[in-house]
C-alpha cells in the first residue's frame, strides 16, 4: 500500500507512516533510532523496493506463528528492557518493535519475556544473565537491549520471548537472524520470524520485529492512543533533539528534530519522541 490507496490499517498507522515519512524528508541525517524502527520497515515494504522481512501488520493478516518453548525457560525473570549485565560480551544488539492486535492497533502494556544463550551459546540456568521481561508501552512500542545470541548444536541463532497481553493466552515464539547459514538446516526455523537487522555502527547490530497477536480489535473503535489532555507539547513548536515535553501526562523526549504538527503528538510518533 502506498499514501495514494484507501487505507486498510486504520487512520493511526497511516498516521505514522506518514510521520515517519515526513521525518526521513525533512532531513539528511536520520537517526538510528528511526532507521531501526518497524514502521521503516513497512515504509520500504510499501514503496516495493525492499522485501517485507518483518511482518507488515495489514487487516488480515496472520498473527506471528507460535514456536516450541525449548528447555531453557525459567519464569521469575527480572524487569528489564537491557540485558546487559557488568562482564557481558559479545556484538550489541537492540531489537525494537510493536505488540499489535488483528486489527493492527498498537496494544500497551503488554508483556514481553526475552531469554536466550550468551555469545557462546550457553544460557544461564542457574541464574537470570541473559533473561528479562518488560512491557509495551502505551504506544505498543518496546526496545530490548542485549547481544546477538550465540549458536549452538541443532539450532540456528534465535531468541526466545514469551508474549501476552493484558488477560490473554500466552505467545511462545523465537525470533530469528537473517542471513545465517544454519537457518537452512535448523527445522524449527520460520521465516516468518525473521528480524530485520542492520549494522548500526561501532560493530552493534540494530534490529526490529513487530508482533501480531491474536487479539479481537475494532478497527472502527477510538484510537487507543491518548488524546492530548494537557501538558507542554504545543502544536507550531520547533523542538530539538533532547527537548523534554508531557503530553497526556507522561514526559518525553525528542528523539529527532521537527516542529510539532498536528498527528505528530508524542504517544502517536514513536520515532521523534521517546516516553521517559
Ligand atoms: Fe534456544
Known amino acids: 500500500m502506498d499514501d495514494t490507496t484507501p487505507p486498510t490499517d486504520g487512520p493511526h498507522l497511516v498516521r505514522r507512516k506518514t510521520v515517519l515519512r515526513a521525518a526521513l524528508a525533512a532531513t539528511a541525517a536520520v537517526p538510528a533510532a528511526l532507521l531501526g524502527g518497524p514502521a521503516l520497515?513497512?515504509?520500504?515494504?510499501?514503496?516495493?523496493?525492499?522485501?517485507?522481512?518483518?511482518?507488515?501488520?495489514?487487516?488480515?493478516?496472520?498473527?506471528?506463528p507460535p514456536q516450541m518453548e525449548g528447555p531453557y525457560f525459567k519464569p521469575g525473570s527480572p524487569r528489564r528492557a537491557s540485558l546487559l549485565d557488568a562482564g557481558t560480551t559479545g556484538t550489541r544488539l537492540t531489537v525494537s518493535g510493536y505488540v499489535f492486535g488483528l486489527a493492527c492497533r498498537p496494544i500497551g502494556a503488554v508483556l514481553l519475556d526475552f531469554w536466550q544463550a550468551d555469545a557462546n551459546g550457553a544460557y544461564d540456568n542457574t541464574g537470570y544473565r541473559l533473561r528479562g521481561h518488560q512491557?509495551?508501552?502505551?504506544?505498543?512500542?518496546?526496545?530490548?537491549?542485549?547481544?546477538?545470541?550465540?549458536?549452538?548444536?541443532?539450532?540456528?541463532?534465535?531468541?526466545?520471548?514469551?508474549?501476552?497481553?493484558?488477560?490473554?493466552?500466552?505467545?511462545?515464539?523465537?525470533?530469528?537472524?537473517?542471513?545465517?547459514?544454519?537457518?537452512?538446516?535448523?527445522?524449527?526455523?520460520?521465516?516468518?520470524?525473521?528480524?530485520?537487522?542492520?549494522?548500526?555502527?561501532?560493530?552493534?547490530?540494530?534490529?526490529?520485529?513487530?508482533?501480531?497477536?491474536?487479539?479481537?480489535?475494532?478497527?472502527?473503535?477510538?484510537?487507543?492512543?491518548?488524546?492530548?489532555?494537557?501538558?507542554?507539547?504545543?502544536?507550531?513548536?520547533?523542538?530539538?533533539?533532547?527537548?523534554r515535553v508531557t503530553y497526556a501526562g507522561r514526559a518525553y523526549s525528542c528523539l529527532q528534530a521537527h516542529t510539532a504538527q498536528p498527528g505528530w503528538e508524542p504517544p502517536a510518533a514513536p520515532a521523534l519522541w521517546r516516553a521517559l
Not at 516495493?48 to 493478516?61: E, K, S
Not at 528480524?195 to 560493530?203: F, N, S
Not at 492530548?228 to 507539547?233: D, S
Open 41 to 64: 520497515a513497512r515504509t520500504l515494504a510499501s514503496g516495493d523496493t525492499v522485501p517485507p522481512l518483518t511482518p507488515a501488520c495489514d487487516d488480515g493478516d496472520d498473527p506471528t
Open 135 to 243: 512491557f509495551t508501552g502505551a504506544d505498543g512500542s518496546f526496545t530490548l537491549t542485549t547481544i546477538v545470541p550465540g549458536l549452538y548444536p541443532g539450532r540456528t541463532r534465535h531468541i526466545h520471548v514469551k508474549v501476552q497481553a493484558p488477560n490473554r493466552p500466552v505467545l511462545t515464539t523465537q525470533l530469528y537472524f537473517p542471513n545465517e547459514p544454519r537457518n537452512n538446516t535448523d527445522t524449527i526455523f520460520d521465516p516468518r520470524l525473521l528480524m530485520t537487522v542492520r549494522d548500526a555502527g561501532g560493530g552493534a547490530k540494530e534490529a526490529a520485529f513487530d508482533f501480531v497477536l491474536n487479539v479481537p480489535q475494532d478497527p472502527g473503535g477510538p484510537d487507543p492512543t491518548p488524546t492530548a489532555t494537557g501538558g507542554t507539547w504545543a502544536q507550531g513548536t520547533t523542538y530539538r533533539v533532547g527537548d
